[in-house]
């Protein structure tokens, strides 16, 4: 995905990277779940973000656990799911 991203070795396709974020998503891969977060936060549909980042979090991703933080702290991420991916993480 990150060579369709930056344009490495391919043509920038940001479909193609979709796809093989949620392929790797899919297969287990925390850091591309934690970025279909950051795709669908730009997208602006933080529901799905967060949903991403919570899962990405339990399989014990950084960057998720501090998106779901920033996210509690603006009132996004109720108490119960922050504590729960909190707990899941360590």
Excluded at 3 to 10: D, L, N, Q, T
Excluded at 27 to 48: F, K, P, S, T
Excluded at 52 to 77: F, P, Q
Aim: aromatic residues 8%.
């Amino acid at each position: 995905a990150r060579f369709y991203h930056e344009g490495k070795c391919v043509e920038k396709d940001g479909k193609k990277e979709l796809y093989h974020l949620e392929q790797a998503a899919i297969g287990g891969h925390a850091g591309a779940r934690y970025n279909l977060g950051c795709v669908e936060e730009g997208n602006g549909r933080m529901d799905r973000a967060i949903k991403h980042w919570i899962i990405a979090a339990k399989l014990g991703y950084d960057a998720s656990l501090d998106a779901l933080k920033g996210g509690y702290e603006d009132g996004l991420v109720s108490k119960e799911d922050f504590a729960a991916a909190l707990r899941a993480h360590q």
